[in-house]
């Protein structure tokens, strides 16, 4: 296990900075989507999901390449090439004249963003592993959860004073911000004992290997399924809240409420996953996660929207379930693989993210004049999830007995 110069609450920051401009890419500029979205000539205003929708693509597709780079080079320099190309993929989307063009620097955004987001977990994953890892897993998100509860009421801030550029420029300079402190403070974590040499065969063989392990694979498509019916929220929260609710002006604190529901979840989980463990806090939330979703459809279907205090509370309900499975499935897939973290965080990220799109995107366009679709989406995903969570139990009872 390596042993980080860093205090582990600098380690923890740290990682959780370098994922967080993911979120601050995402969430600032939902209360801006409306606005780019006139500005950039579209005219249905479920294509504005888009820009949210497609920056997941580049997430998904950038791991591919930068995962079994920094098996070979190392974690750091890896960092740095994405930070770079964020760099480069921001200003696209500042001087974007059409949709087209600010889809494709989305998507170059979320390819830039993959680097210090899939690193982060690798390098979390070198120093530390099972429950000790979703233990710091947690308190990362615990950070990370800030920037989501802040980054909308800064996106409103810059747009009610500024323009909708300079959500953009904010991005840029806290990129290079924690790209300074990341190259000073931050050792590198892979040694060159357990570097692989990089060749044409080692995707191949990293994708072998990987696929070796039930447990991975499972874990990473519930992830999928979690993720996917979460970005739905993510990218019709906007059209939800202010159009549907006509809430604009309470939009901002009505995502930071529901953002700090699953950052108490997440803290309690660093606390809970060393009493219960992993697999008995993913059951509890994951059956949670569908009976609450479930129970909204039974309630709403074929009926206008509830109050939003109702609303509020099966959210509420629902991001809390969550925040005790984010940090423990991702914890759980990579538990197995510590032995090729690069390429095995790559691949497994991947793998849900690459799920996550087509149902965030599919799901997000019957989101029209009520919320039900979206908890339909929920009911539909957590079910497939917890099929394969009881198959995965399933799969480890017989392993045992054998």
Request: include cysteine; hydrophobic fraction near 55%; aromatic fraction near 14%.
């Amino acid at each position: 296990m390596f042993k980080s110069k860093l205090s582990q609450f600098e380690f923890i920051v740290l990682m959780a900075a370098l994922m967080s401009i993911v979120a601050l890419a995402i969430d600032a500029i939902l209360p801006a989507l409306d606005i780019i979205g006139l500005k950039l000539g579209v005219k249905k205003n479920s294509d504005n999901q888009l820009l949210i929708t497609m920056i997941f693509l580049g997430l998904g597709l950038g791991p591919l390449l930068f995962g079994p780079i920094s098996d070979s080079l190392g974690r750091k320099p890896v960092v740095f090439i994405g930070f770079g190309l964020f760099i480069i993929a921001s200003l696209i989307c500042i001087y974007a004249k059409n949709l087209e063009i600010m889809v494709f620097g989305r998507i170059l955004q979320g390819i830039g963003l993959s680097a210090p987001r899939t690193i982060s977990i690798a390098m979390v994953r070198d120093t530390y592993s099972g429950n000790y890892m979703a233990r710091i897993m947690s308190f990362i998100t615990v950070v990370f959860i800030l920037v989501p509860i802040i980054a909308p009421a800064l996106g409103k801030f810059v747009l009610d004073h500024y323009d909708w550029q300079a959500i953009f420029y904010i991005q840029l300079i806290f990129s290079i911000l924690v790209s300074i402190w990341f190259w000073i403070r931050q050792p590198e974590t892979l040694m060159q004992s357990r570097r692989i040499k990089f060749s044409r065969h080692i995707f191949v063989d990293g994708t072998r290997e990987l696929l070796k392990h039930k447990q991975t694979i499972g874990y990473t498509i519930i992830s999928g399924f979690i993720m996917g019916s979460f970005m739905v929220y993510l990218s019709t929260a906007q059209q939800i809240f202010q159009f549907q609710y006509n809430l604009k002006e309470q939009f901002p604190i009505i995502f930071a409420g529901l953002a700090i529901s699953i950052g108490t979840a997440t803290l309690l989980n660093g606390t809970l996953v060393l009493k219960y463990g992993m697999r008995k806090l993913i059951t509890i939330s994951m059956i949670a996660y569908f009976c609450i979703s479930l129970l909204y459809v039974i309630l709403y279907y074929g009926q206008p929207n509830p109050t939003i205090e109702v609303l509020l509370i099966f959210f509420g309900l629902q991001f809390f379930a969550i925040g005790f499975l984010f940090g423990n499935l991702r914890a759980l897939a990579m538990e197995p693989v510590g032995h090729i973290a690069g390429i095995a965080a790559a691949i497994t990220g991947f793998i849900s993210t690459m799920m996550s799109v087509p149902i965030g995107t599919y799901i997000g366009r019957f989101v029209k004049d009520t919320a039900l679709p979206l908890f339909v989406g929920f009911t539909i995903c957590g079910l497939l999830a917890v099929l394969v969570l009881v198959y995965l139990k399933v799969y480890h009872k017989n392993k045992s007995e054998i």
